[in-house]
């Protein structure tokens, strides 16, 4: 379970990065753990991976963490081959501390991602976490916390939620994504579905491109981490997902004929955000589902034909009214 964790962390710090440097000369990553900092070590190699484009930037890394007098010492082997351009600052404490932090590392008005890990987010610590231009948070947390009504007080307008599920029963936990970018929710979805726990968890292994998202797959078609348990992904609509090659778009087709009957006829753009928002899936796999639905007619289009565009819009077809015996 952590290694997927941390390497759906070093995916989504890999997509972060280079936009965050393109938009700004300074940038904040904020890491804060109310456990073990297992994954801070591999965002500072994600970090060190893109050196080239540091020249002339600043980024400000805070670790806050209550690891011990080793913390500093363990993160110092990998902070000694990074470029001057970046800061690594180590604050001993919980997260309830990141405000007070991101206001002394002066995080606000330039690109902030930040990651919670482990527990339920209060209100002052996800307002500090929305003082980025953008702002992106990454939250963690055990099942009994709804993270996502959190995130949408906060205001960030795009959230997404998934319960990683281990098959041999041990505790599930709970992942949610925050952010005012479309990209930016696609890549989260993207590396939930690639990471596997079996190699980027350390940032060492390629995140993109031949031979990104490769690993072990259980017989029953579940995630194998590295340390050998299966992981499914439960939807928030209720259903559990293998993580195998594309997901099936049965459920998917079933939850988007659902939101056109009841919100009425919406884009294909509209659609493919509802299942990055409010589902598992992916916003390729909408594009799936609903081919799947014009070919069984269970949905229009309009126009009838030409690409699936986003500006296509889309209707459910009433179920034909059943004959009277009468």
Same mark, same amino acid.
């Given at each position: 379970?952590?290694?997927?964790?941390?390497?759906?962390?070093?995916?989504?710090?890999?997509?972060?990065?280079?936009?965050?440097?393109?938009?700004s000369?300074?940038?904040?990553?904020?890491?804060?753990?109310?456990?073990?900092?297992?994954?801070?070590?591999?965002?500072?190699?994600?970090?060190?991976?893109?050196?080239?484009?540091?020249?002339?930037?600043?980024?400000?890394?805070?670790?806050?963490?209550?690891?011990?007098?080793?913390?500093?010492?363990?993160?110092?082997v990998?902070?000694?081959?990074?470029?001057?351009?970046?800061?690594?600052?180590?604050?001993?404490?919980?997260? @309830?501390?990141?405000?007070?932090?991101?206001?002394?590392?002066? =995080? $606000? /008005?330039? #690109? %902030?991602?930040?990651? &919670?890990?482990? +527990?339920?987010?209060?209100?002052?610590?996800?307002?500090?976490?929305?003082?980025?231009?953008?702002?992106?948070?990454?939250?963690?947390? @055990?099942?009994?916390?709804?993270?996502?009504?959190a995130?949408? =007080? $906060? /205001?960030? #307008? %795009?959230?997404?939620? &998934?319960?990683? +599920?281990?098959?041999d029963?041990?505790?599930?936990?709970?992942?949610?994504?925050?952010?005012?970018?479309?990209?930016?929710?696609?890549?989260?979805?993207?590396?939930?579905?690639?990471?596997?726990?079996?190699? $980027?968890?350390?940032?060492?292994?390629?995140?993109?491109?031949?031979?990104a998202?490769?690993?072990?797959?259980?017989?029953?078609?579940?995630?194998?981490?590295?340390?050998?348990?299966?992981?499914?992904?439960?939807?928030?609509?209720?259903?559990?997902l293998?993580?195998?090659?594309?997901?099936?778009?049965?459920?998917?087709?079933?939850?988007?004929?659902?939101?056109?009957?009841?919100?009425?006829?919406?884009?294909?753009?509209?659609?493919?955000?509802?299942?990055?928002?409010?589902?598992?899936?992916?916003?390729?796999?909408?594009?799936?589902?609903?081919?799947e639905?014009?070919?069984?007619?269970?949905?229009?289009?309009?126009?009838?034909?030409?690409?699936?565009?986003?500006?296509?819009?889309?209707?459910?077809?009433?179920?034909?009214?059943?004959?009277?015996?009468?």
């Amino acid at each position: 379970m952590d290694a997927v964790l941390r390497e759906l962390l070093v995916r989504q710090l890999d997509h972060w990065l280079p936009g965050a440097l393109h938009r700004s000369r300074r940038a904040t990553l904020a890491l804060a753990y109310a456990g073990d900092p297992g994954s801070a070590e591999a965002a500072l190699r994600v970090v060190a991976g893109h050196a080239d484009r540091l020249r002339g930037r600043r980024l400000t890394v805070l670790v806050l963490a209550d690891g011990g007098p080793e913390l500093p010492a363990r993160l110092g082997v990998v902070e000694a081959g990074l470029p001057g351009d970046v800061a690594v600052h180590v604050v001993p404490g919980d997260p @309830a501390r990141l405000p007070v932090a991101l206001k002394a590392a002066g =995080a $606000a /008005g330039a #690109p %902030l991602l930040t990651l &919670v890990d482990g +527990v339920p987010p209060d209100r002052a610590l996800l307002a500090a976490t929305t003082t980025g231009r953008p702002a992106e948070v990454l939250l963690t947390a @055990a099942t009994t916390t709804a993270l996502r009504p959190a995130l949408t =007080a $906060a /205001g960030f #307008p %795009l959230v997404a939620e &998934v319960e990683l +599920v281990p098959v041999d029963g041990s505790p599930a936990r709970r992942v949610a994504f925050g952010t005012g970018l479309d990209k930016s929710l696609e890549a989260f979805k993207d590396a939930l579905w690639a990471a596997d726990g079996s190699g $980027a968890a350390d940032g060492s292994r390629a995140t993109h491109g031949p031979g990104a998202g490769d690993g072990s797959r259980g017989a029953d078609g579940s995630m194998v981490t590295g340390g050998g348990a299966a992981i499914r992904y439960r939807d928030p609509a209720g259903g559990l997902l293998d993580v195998a090659g594309p997901p099936a778009a049965g459920p998917l087709c079933g939850e988007l004929l659902a939101e056109l009957t009841r919100q009425g006829p919406r884009t294909v753009t509209e659609l493919r955000r509802h299942a990055l928002t409010a589902t598992a899936y992916r916003a390729v796999d909408a594009g799936r589902a609903l081919t799947e639905l014009l070919d069984t007619g269970a949905v229009s289009r309009d126009p009838e034909h030409g690409r699936l565009g986003g500006d296509v819009l889309i209707s459910a077809v009433p179920a034909p009214a059943s004959r009277s015996t009468a």
